[in-house]
């Protein structure tokens, strides 16, 4: 009976699928409710009690969407050794990469089949570890598919050191942790020093900081580079600042709820679009991409944004000529993330234990991981220490130091507003409100298109 219940939960929510790291798109296709909190079903004792099995299995299957982990745990982990573009070798364990591309979803659906034959499969083809992003996390740690790193042997004194935000992301509805990250991923705005220094007279952090400051001051700051004959940047750069600064949830009582600040951020986009001051580029498209190459002022994002989206190793890019700066900007916020969960029965119990704890709390790991991919690291800690030393200055930011600010985000990050159907709410808001910018209706009708999408993927709400 028990199965039947969480096959159906996640049937039901398996279709309920932001961005990866740098990745695309997790569209959510129709049906039920995504697993809020209220939804997860209860384990029993003896499955929320049960210890790692003693006998270590011989391959060790990691599900994830690209290839960012993958890279991390060549990169970082102790011993590890490549086989080939898949596959590796840790001591006398085989580590298979299952990778598929989030493009429609597939990667969520994928894992959802895996999980749901978990229990049935092989040993050596169970599921191991897979990797969640913030934006569908709930819809796995509720239920009893992801372990509690409790029952690994991890405990909170291991984790300590963490952004409490970071753990925030991925614990159930009882409070338990079920997944540990080596990010975190507070942003700012990212800007082209020569615009800075051609319309503002200064590439400093702190004078393009204060031209920035605000909306009201963005917004000048955006008609002087406009008048200079450049872009600020699309609309879809700024659509996480506002979501990330909302007073409520998306959906309330039952009921979707368009807040404040997303009608505001509406109504600045709409503005900066009609002036020619900002695009409607989507993000990740061909369009959007050549503002790396210097008729953009500025993108916005976290860190992870240096390293997989500036073409910082191509010859002749901004960020290979170190051409890029960073500050805060208008609003503190986060963007993405990837968390490490344990399948519930993996057969590598004591391995995935080692491999979170290697990967998310060994300090001189995480510091390598900064260093070498100029990565914002989940260590309070060694985020510290690269704020004040050489070692945190980025060649790709023309010398500077990022991390004080990368660190003081994370502290500010506030998930209050997180709810089970960000995604859907998101995702569908950025579509219909592209439509509006690019003159295709008015506000009203952009509107009810929002509302009809959610509701066709989510019946139970209403608007």
Not at 23 to 41: C, F, L, Y
Not at 182 to 191: D, K, N, P, R, V
Not at 316 to 324: E, M
Request: hydrophobic share 40%; proline share 2%; charged share 25%.
């Amino acid at each position: 009976m028990k199965k039947k219940v969480l096959c159906a939960l996640l049937s039901a929510t398996m279709v309920a699928g932001m961005m990866a790291g740098c990745g695309g798109s997790n569209e959510t296709p129709s049906s039920a409710a995504p697993a809020a909190s209220s939804q997860a079903p209860a384990a029993s004792s003896a499955e929320s009690q049960a210890a790692p099995a003693e006998a270590e299995g011989t391959v060790l299957n990691i599900a994830c969407w690209n290839e960012e982990f993958k890279s991390r745990l060549e990169d970082h982990y102790p011993g590890y050794e490549k086989i080939d573009g898949t596959t590796g070798k840790i001591g006398d364990v085989t580590v298979k990469f299952n990778i598929t591309p989030s493009d429609d979803n597939a990667y969520q659906n994928k894992l959802d089949t895996d999980l749901l034959n978990q229990a049935s499969a092989a040993a050596d083809d169970k599921i191991d570890l897979f990797l969640v992003e913030a934006d569908y996390a709930l819809k796995y740690v509720d239920t009893d598919y992801a372990m509690k790193l409790s029952d690994l042997g991890i405990s909170d004194a291991d984790l300590a050191d963490q952004y409490t935000y970071t753990q925030d992301i991925v614990k159930d509805s009882s409070g338990a942790l079920k997944g540990s990250s080596w990010q975190a991923c507070s942003a700012g705005l990212i800007y082209n020093r020569e615009i800075a220094k051609a319309v503002l007279g200064s590439d400093d952090p702190d004078a393009v900081q204060a031209a920035v400051a605000d909306w009201a001051k963005y917004t000048e700051t955006a008609a002087k580079v406009q008048a200079a004959g450049y872009k600020m940047c699309s609309v879809n750069d700024t659509y996480r600042v506002y979501s990330n600064n909302v007073s409520g949830k998306w959906v309330q009582d039952g009921k979707i709820v368009v807040d404040a600040n997303m009608k505001k951020w509406v109504d600045d986009s709409k503005a900066l679009v009609d002036s020619k001051a900002e695009t409607t580029d989507d993000l990740w498209g061909d369009d959007w991409a050549k503002g790396k190459d210097g008729n953009v002022f500025c993108y916005f994002g976290p860190a992870w944004f240096f390293n997989f989206c500036l073409d910082a190793d191509r010859e002749g890019s901004v960020a290979n000529a170190g051409g890029w700066g960073y500050c805060v900007g208008p609003q503190s916020f986060y963007w993405g993330g990837t968390w490490i969960c344990a399948a519930t029965g993996t057969d590598n119990a004591s391995l995935v234990k080692d491999i979170i704890l290697t990967m998310t709390t060994d300090k001189a790991v995480l510091k390598e991981i900064a260093t070498k991919d100029a990565d914002c690291v989940n260590s309070k800690s060694v985020l510290a220490d690269l704020a004040g030393s050489a070692d945190g200055n980025l060649a790709l930011l023309g010398g500077q130091n990022p991390y004080k600010q990368l660190a003081d985000g994370a502290e500010k990050v506030d998930l209050s507003n997180l709810s089970a159907y960000d995604q859907a709410c998101n995702e569908e808001f950025q579509n219909a409100m592209g439509n509006y910018f690019k003159g295709n209706g008015d506000y009203d009708a952009a509107l009810e298109q929002f509302y009809k999408a959610v509701i066709e993927k989510h019946p139970e709400l209403s608007k």
